[in-house]
């Protein structure tokens, strides 16, 4: 066989939130893909990074009274700490905030330009009259030019998936101040992508023949025709490629662009070059050649898992920019559709916008949702849903009761009968039968047609498990005489979980380094798909999985729920989330909030955190409980002084300590004290403030 040289990758994290399980569905997806190649024997190497630029992030630090550089490193260890808990096996995990990206975005700037590919103008963008800076791309808003959906962002409509400039928008507003955006000039700089086209339009429709002969197309069908929209102007002559504005001016958290001084590069022109320097980082650690990858002539692979949303920057930005700098691009671009959550998008406040952190501190076993994920996935960019009481059956039934039951059922009996000793079996029907599968299989995964290589192991699982009836192993055992058909049956089911084994171990990598342990080998490969063990002795059986319980994936729901409700209403947060959406004025004035008179404040027996308000709102008394005891040692100092609360919170129940009706504001201090607002003379309890 053909020992392959691939580079795979998944889309960059952008530091600025949790993960959850729809970016688990691409890392899944992709370390499905790594592991098999790898079980295969391919040099197969995988590399992401956190995408840790541009304003957002800056602005998030900000609020965080951090520095972009610490924010993105502590975001980056939660990131890395959540995808290695769900077994993502990544060569290297970087960041885009490196060296590498910076020398890398430089170089491929630097030779764009020596290519006559970028080009500088001085463009009016819109700025905020009130907040005085020009509005980044996600910062304005409107209607979308092209399909006039409403309060879409200024870079791309999530509704029809086109990119434009922001100044395109219709009836734009500042989403930082709600003004209406004025266009100031500033110099610019264009990745003339326009003059790319011809290329484009070949590569995108194009394939590359690989080594092992297989005939590789960029990308898949639904892609190449997204992209024929967007690469040929329409008979009005809409639509074709625009060039690229690849700058942004400062403030902004990114690369500086060489020779252009207060000018960075724009975050989505780094970022995509961070895998380059996720890899280069790796090279350099292991020693591998990283011209080998990268060189125009190159005749490694390198493929891209990505989401349906961020087509248009992998399959034309980025093998434009490789192309006329210098490089290879891509052997193939693999987009996959959004995650669902019972048959609804992800939603915060139903408890199904599900963090990776969540699952994994409830106790969820990762394999369950692997499993249940790439039972799901296939080639195609299509949506997939996670039906949690499809989950918990499909789980049970199965990876408990169809799998890891054969070996259960098999193993004690060579222990206490055949001193650990299996019977060689190679002749087993049986066996053939699992064995004769392994290159459709095997072509499945190579194609990510995931569901459908899962469908084909559980039908050899249920035969498997048919001839463990037809053959009643527990009956073998009672009756005089029939010692060498138990060896022989239960010798057959351990060969067979072994092989079975082999076929999941892309998808179960614990389950199978567990089983690996059991059946006393160095590690599950491919080849084990088409082998037999032998005369071999195998270690104790340990349980390899448990099953799911409704009351895990309850908890885990609930779990979800309450993180967000503790997020909008937990007395004076003292950390607030980033900017990424703002409020409307509409939106404040939903919000009822008055001044109340302090009629006593007491400590709350059992609660270090808890002070207890019995407040005057002028109209009615209330109690309210506010997180603020450490701040206030001595509560009885507050009675009499006038606070500033929310008045048309739903009572909220404090665990055991009674109701609260409210929420008193506090300012949160740089230190994590939390200080009242003052508020001054004249004013009345009851009085509306806003
Ligand atoms: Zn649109």
Same mark, same amino acid.
């Given at each position: 066989m053909t020992k392959r040289k691939i580079l795979v990758t998944s889309a960059l994290p952008y530091a600025n939130g949790s993960i959850h399980l729809g970016h688990m569905v691409e890392h899944i997806q992709t370390d499905i893909w790594v592991r098999f190649q790898k079980l295969r024997g391919h040099e197969c190497h995988y590399c992401c990074a956190d995408d840790t630029h541009g304003? $957002? *992030?800056?602005?998030?630090?900000e609020k965080q009274g951090l520095t972009p550089e610490a924010l993105i490193e502590k975001v980056h260890a939660e990131h890395l700490a959540d995808f290695t808990g769900f077994h993502i096996g990544y060569d290297n995990y970087y960041s885009t905030h490196s060296p590498e990206n910076k020398q890398f975005s430089e170089a491929i700037y630097l030779a764009l330009k020596a290519n006559g590919k970028i080009e500088s103008r001085i463009i009016n963008q819109l700025f905020d009259p009130e907040k005085q800076m020009f509005l980044p791309d996600r910062f304005v808003k409107g209607e979308c030019p092209k399909c006039h959906a409403q309060d879409q962002y200024g870079d791309n409509c999530e509704v029809c998936g086109t990119t434009y400039a922001p100044t395109e928008l219709i009836k734009p507003y500042s989403a930082v101040s709600g003004a209406t955006p004025v266009l100031k000039e500033s110099e610019h700089f264009f990745f003339k992508l326009g003059e790319c086209a011809d290329f484009l339009k070949e590569w995108? !429709?194009?394939?590359?023949?690989?080594? =092992?002969? +297989?005939?590789? $197309? &960029?990308?898949?069908?639904?892609?190449?025709?997204?992209?024929?929209?967007?690469?040929?102007? =329409?008979? @009005?002559?809409? #639509?074709g490629l625009s060039d690229w504005d690849i700058s942004r001016d400062a403030p902004y958290f990114g690369f500086e662009i060489p020779g252009a001084p207060g000018k960075y590069f724009y975050v989505w022109l780094d970022a995509p070059v961070g895998y380059m320097a996720s890899f280069q980082n790796l090279c350099s650690r292991i020693g591998i050649d990283f011209n080998e990858y990268f060189k125009a002539d190159s005749e490694t692979e390198m493929y891209h898992f990505i989401g349906k949303d961020i087509l248009y920057f992998h399959a034309l930005f980025w093998p434009a920019m490789l192309k006329f700098s210098g490089h290879r691009a891509p052997t193939g671009v693999f987009a996959h559709g959004f995650l669902t959550v019972d048959g609804q998008k992800m939603s915060k406040s139903r408890g199904t916008f599900i963090t990776a952190r969540s699952y994994l501190d409830g106790g969820l076993n990762p394999e369950w949702m692997r499993y249940y994920i790439a039972a799901k996935l296939n080639s195609k960019i299509e949506d997939i849903d996670l039906n949690l009481q499809d989950f918990i059956a499909r789980v049970n039934s199965d990876l408990v009761g169809k799998y890891v039951n054969i070996a259960a059922r098999a193993a004690g009996f060579i222990h206490k009968r055949f001193d650990g000793c299996l019977k060689q079996v190679s002749d087993s029907p049986l066996l053939q039968q699992l064995a004769a599968h392994s290159e459709n299989i095997a072509a499945d995964y190579e194609t990510r047609e995931y569901a459908k290589a899962l469908r084909d192991i559980m039908a050899l699982a249920d035969a498997v498990n048919e001839y463990v009836d037809a053959n009643k192993p527990w009956e073998l055992a009672k009756q005089e005489g029939a010692d060498d058909q138990l060896h022989q049956v239960c010798s057959e089911l351990i060969n067979a979980f072994t092989m079975l084994t082999a076929y999941l171990a892309p998808v179960l990598p614990q389950v199978a380094a567990n089983a690996a342990r059991f059946l006393n080998i160095p590690a599950i490969t491919w080849a084990h798909t088409q082998s037999t063990? #032998?005369? &071999? +002795?195998? @270690?104790?059986?340990? &349980?390899?999985?448990? +099953?799911?319980?409704?009351?895990?994936?309850? =908890?885990l729901i609930e779990a979800n729920k309450q993180s967000i409700q503790a997020a909008e209403t937990a007395p004076a947060a003292s950390t607030y989330a980033p900017v990424t959406e703002q409020a409307s004025f509409d939106d404040f004035m939903k919000i009822d909030i008055r001044v109340a008179k302090v009629l006593n404040c007491s400590a709350v027996e059992g609660s270090s955190k808890l002070l207890k308000f019995d407040l005057d709102? #002028?109209?009615?008394?209330?109690? *309210?409980?506010?997180?603020?005891? !450490?701040?206030?040692? @001595?509560?009885?100092?507050?009675?009499?002084?006038?606070?500033?609360?929310?008045?048309?919170?739903? $009572? +909220?129940?404090? !665990?055991?300590? #009674?109701?609260?009706?409210?929420? *008193?504001l506090s300012a949160a201090t740089q230190d994590g004290k939390l200080r009242l607002l003052d508020v001054h003379e004249g004013a009345q309890p009851g009085d509306k403030v806003g």
């Open positions: 304003t $957002p *992030i800056m602005l998030a630090a995108t !429709a194009g394939s590359t023949t690989l080594a =092992d002969g +297989r005939v590789q $197309p &960029h990308l898949q069908p639904e892609a190449l025709n997204k992209m024929k929209e967007w690469l040929h102007p =329409d008979e @009005n002559g809409e #639509g063990l #032998g005369e &071999h +002795r195998i @270690n104790k059986y340990e &349980h390899l999985m448990q +099953r799911v319980e409704q009351k895990q994936v309850d =908890d709102f #002028g109209f009615e008394q209330r109690v *309210i409980f506010s997180g603020i005891a !450490a701040s206030y040692p @001595n509560p009885a100092e507050l009675n009499g002084k006038m606070v500033i609360a929310v008045a048309n919170f739903a $009572p +909220r129940k404090m !665990a055991k300590f #009674g109701v609260s009706e409210g929420m *008193i």
